[in-house]
């Protein structure tokens, strides 16, 4: 499983108008072969927001970059003072998992 994760600076005053953005994505990216999981995390602490999506492996992931509902719903890009900077893009292999049990 590979997870990849988007940095992205949100100017204050915007955040409900960014958050709104990933309403329609989520569903989209949810139909695609072998997507796990996505998640949103709104910083408590800092400016970035941080965007994690799981998939099964790298080319699960880059068939999704390929594909043309990724550039449907990537074509709406936020305005420049949204999201001031550029976004930081990371990609990992997971290694190790530890969850409670039950």
């Known amino acids: ?16 108008e ?8 989520l569903s989209v990216v949810e139909r695609k072969p ?5 998640e ?7 400016d970035y927001y941080i965007l994690l999506t799981h998939w099964e492996s ?4 880059e068939a999704w970059t390929q594909s043309e509902e990724f550039k449907q719903v990537h074509s709406n890009l936020a ?5 001031p900077g550029p ?9 190790l998992v530890s969850e409670k049990k039950p």
């Open 34 to 38: 072998g997507f796990i999981r996505n």
């Open 87 to 95: 976004n930081g893009f990371e990609m990992h292999e997971v290694i």
């Open 18 to 25: 960014f958050e709104k953005r990933f309403d329609h994505r």
């Open 1 to 16: 499983m590979i997870v990849v994760t988007n940095r992205v600076p949100v100017t204050k005053g915007y955040e409900k």
């Open 79 to 83: 305005p420049k003072e949204m999201c």
């Open 58 to 61: 790298r080319e699960t992931f």
């Open 40 to 46: 949103i995390l709104r910083p408590i602490l800092g």
